[in-house]
């Protein structure tokens, strides 16, 4: 153990202050309990700062609009798309309680738009996106709300370690930035790190390569995840969730055009994908329904190309209206971007390093299917079975870019951390994206804003559970 320079008392350490731990916080000290939040940066908020909303059904915002959400069907709806591989009771958890988590996050001071937007990744939807309100700040209301309650918010506070006793927490350790290192003794912890983007080594080891681009924050290093291992907690996150993007390979950080790029073909899948060889290798319309499933398939290749054209591109500029084309023919061929263009499928080969006749051939093969309406190989949606007769030519090798991690370690519903003997650890919780294991292999906007919503979910239920198991054992 660290050398300790000081030594204070709560209830409850909250360690992160992103959506789950200003949630977990806040209910927390709502219940009656004292309440440290530790965050590492000296910023409070988190991923919070940049997300822009949750799902809800059943909330005042969908009643007052008249909109009814089967719930059942929404949830086996998730369910069956991922093979039944998620816990379909955590699922329903989240979900039954999401409208009151929208009432309860509204009464705390965090504002909506009142009208629901359309929000759709394709033929998996329903109308649940509550968006927060643009400019309305909400971590900094969740904080307010936090402090007003008598809670205590430390930044450049980061947890280092678990403090055990007889297999039960009995605190934490955190490093402050001028390396003293403060103990918080304290009778339940609550991980709500973030997950483990910033990783490279934890990354690795689910999808077998580091050169990503990461949108994460940096505090989202994995450290409370490994806190917990190091404690007995059993790991996840080696079975490999990430919210993952397709981008130019080259593409080493985000600019204005690259959300764009990569994103608008989930919806409107005009382009081509070949591999290594110069071969398609998938139904790029894939996305309309299953909504990352692109990238998901690009990990059974060793690399992979998106193929466009001018005219397609325009298409897409049309459809999403936010002036980036004429920065994408800008930056082609620079070699900052990774994105090159060609007036022959051949030279686009060469200048991407693919077979030139091979790649011809397929491109030749796909505009054929284009001439009849027909993908004799993949089956791709007629609709977006558009050719490609007209140069320049666009494409770039496809990288990886990861907004986040989902599945940490494992836990029950409620939300108490599961030892490798598979039995809750005494005092230590988790909230967040440190959990997170309703997903598999790949994150799905079929729910838009799910993610949020089991944040705000598993924050509130573990301090829930934290509160009580402090009653129960008469440890207030």
């Given at each position: 153990?660290?050398?300790?320079?000081?030594?204070?008392?709560?209830?409850?350490?909250v360690?992160?202050?992103?959506?789950?731990?200003?949630?977990?916080?806040?209910?927390?000290?709502?219940?009656?309990?004292?309440?440290?939040l530790?965050?590492?940066?000296?910023?409070?908020?988190?991923?919070?700062?940049?997300?822009?909303?949750?799902?809800?059904v059943?909330?005042?915002?969908?009643?007052?609009?008249?909109?009814?959400?089967?719930?059942?069907?929404l949830?086996?709806?998730?369910?069956r798309?991922?093979?039944?591989?998620?816990?379909?009771?955590?699922?329903?958890?989240?979900?039954k309680?999401?409208g009151?988590?929208?009432?309860?996050?509204m009464?705390?001071?965090?504002?909506?738009?009142?009208?629901?937007?359309?929000?759709?990744?394709?033929?998996?939807?329903?109308?649940?996106?509550?968006?927060?309100?643009?400019?309305?700040?909400?971590?900094?209301?969740?904080?307010?709300?936090?402090?007003?309650?008598?809670?205590?918010?430390?930044?450049?506070?980061?947890?280092?370690?678990?403090?055990?006793?007889?297999?039960?927490?009995?605190?934490?350790?955190?490093?402050?930035?001028?390396?003293?290192?403060?103990?918080?003794?304290?009778?339940?912890v609550?991980?709500?790190?973030?997950?483990?983007?910033?990783?490279?080594e934890?990354?690795?080891?689910?999808?077998?390569?580091?050169?990503?681009?990461?949108?994460?924050?940096?505090?989202?290093?994995?450290s409370?995840?490994?806190?917990?291992?190091?404690?007995?907690?059993?790991?996840?996150?080696?079975?490999?969730?990430?919210?993952?993007?397709?981008?130019?390979?080259?593409?080493?950080?985000?600019?204005?055009?690259?959300?764009?790029?990569?994103?608008?073909?989930?919806?409107?899948?005009?382009?081509?994908?070949?591999?290594?060889?110069?071969?398609?290798?998938?139904?790029?319309?894939?996305?309309?329904?299953?909504?990352?499933?692109?990238?998901?398939?690009?990990?059974?290749?060793?690399?992979?190309?998106?193929?466009?054209?001018?005219?397609?591109?325009?298409?897409?500029?049309?459809?999403?209206?936010?002036?980036?084309?004429?920065?994408?023919?800008s930056?082609?061929?620079?070699?900052?971007?990774?994105?090159?263009?060609?007036?022959?499928?051949?030279e686009?080969?060469?200048?991407l390093?693919l077979?030139?006749?091979?790649?011809?051939?397929?491109?030749?093969?796909?505009?054929?299917?284009?001439?009849?309406?027909?993908?004799?190989?993949?089956?791709?949606?007629?609709?977006?079975?558009?050719?490609?007769y007209?140069?320049?030519?666009?494409?770039?090798?496809n990288?990886?870019?990861?907004?986040?991690?989902l599945?940490?370690?494992?836990?029950n519903?409620?939300?108490?951390?599961?030892s490798?003997?598979?039995?809750?650890?005494?005092?230590?919780?988790?909230?967040?994206?440190?959990?997170?294991?309703?997903?598999?292999?790949?994150?799905?906007?079929?729910?838009?804003?799910?993610?949020?919503?089991?944040?705000?979910?598993?924050?509130?239920?573990?301090?829930?559970?934290?509160?009580?198991?402090?009653?129960?054992?008469?440890?207030?």
């Open positions: 153990m660290q050398k300790v320079n000081r030594v204070i008392k709560y209830d409850i350490a360690i992160g202050s992103g959506v789950s731990g200003l949630t977990a916080a806040v209910q927390a000290v709502e219940l009656g309990k004292k309440v440290v530790l965050e590492s940066s000296r910023r409070i908020g988190g991923n919070w700062n940049v997300t822009y909303g949750m799902m809800a059943d909330s005042p915002l969908s009643r007052a609009q008249g909109i009814y959400v089967d719930t059942q069907a949830v086996n709806q998730e369910v798309l991922f093979n039944y591989q998620v816990d379909s009771k955590l699922w329903m958890d989240v979900a309680a999401s009151e988590n929208v009432s309860w996050l009464k705390q001071g965090v504002e909506f738009n009142e009208k629901l937007e359309p929000y759709t990744a394709g033929d998996i939807y329903a109308p649940v996106f509550h968006a927060w309100k643009v400019g309305s700040g909400p971590s900094q209301k969740m904080l307010a709300a936090f402090e007003k309650l008598g809670g205590t918010a430390m930044t450049e506070a980061k947890a280092v370690q678990l403090i055990m006793e007889n297999d039960k927490v009995k605190g934490v350790l955190a490093e402050r930035k001028d390396g003293s290192v403060i103990q918080v003794d304290c009778k339940a609550i991980c709500a790190g973030g997950g483990y983007a910033k990783n490279p934890m990354v690795s080891r689910c999808i077998g390569r580091t050169d990503y681009a990461c949108r994460a924050i940096a505090e989202n290093d994995g409370t995840i490994l806190m917990c291992t190091e404690v007995g907690a059993k790991s996840l996150y080696e079975r490999g969730n990430q919210i993952v993007d397709l981008i130019p390979r080259e593409m080493k950080s985000v600019n204005h055009w690259l959300t764009y790029i990569h994103s608008r073909p989930g919806s409107y899948p005009f382009h081509v994908t070949v591999n290594q060889d110069a071969e398609r290798y998938v139904d790029e319309s894939c996305t309309l329904h299953l909504y990352g499933f692109s990238p998901a398939a690009a990990y059974t290749q060793e690399r992979t190309y998106t193929i466009y054209d001018e005219e397609k591109l325009k298409k897409l500029e049309e459809l999403n209206d936010n002036g980036v084309f004429e920065k994408l023919k930056d082609a061929d620079n070699s900052v971007a990774g994105v090159y263009r060609a007036g022959t499928f051949e686009l080969a060469e200048k390093g077979d030139p006749k091979r790649f011809a051939e397929t491109m030749e093969r796909y505009n054929g299917y284009c001439d009849t309406g027909e993908d004799e190989e993949y089956e791709k949606n007629p609709e977006f079975l558009q050719g490609f007209r140069p320049p030519f666009y494409g770039w090798e990288g990886y870019q990861i907004a986040s991690t599945e940490g370690i494992d836990y519903r409620k939300m108490e951390v599961i490798m003997k598979n039995k809750p650890i005494p005092g230590l919780y988790v909230a967040g994206t440190d959990g997170a294991k309703l997903w598999r292999d790949y994150y799905s906007l079929g729910i838009p804003g799910a993610c949020n919503s089991n944040n705000v979910y598993t924050g509130r239920k573990a301090a829930q559970s934290a509160v009580a198991y402090m009653n129960q054992k008469g440890e207030d």
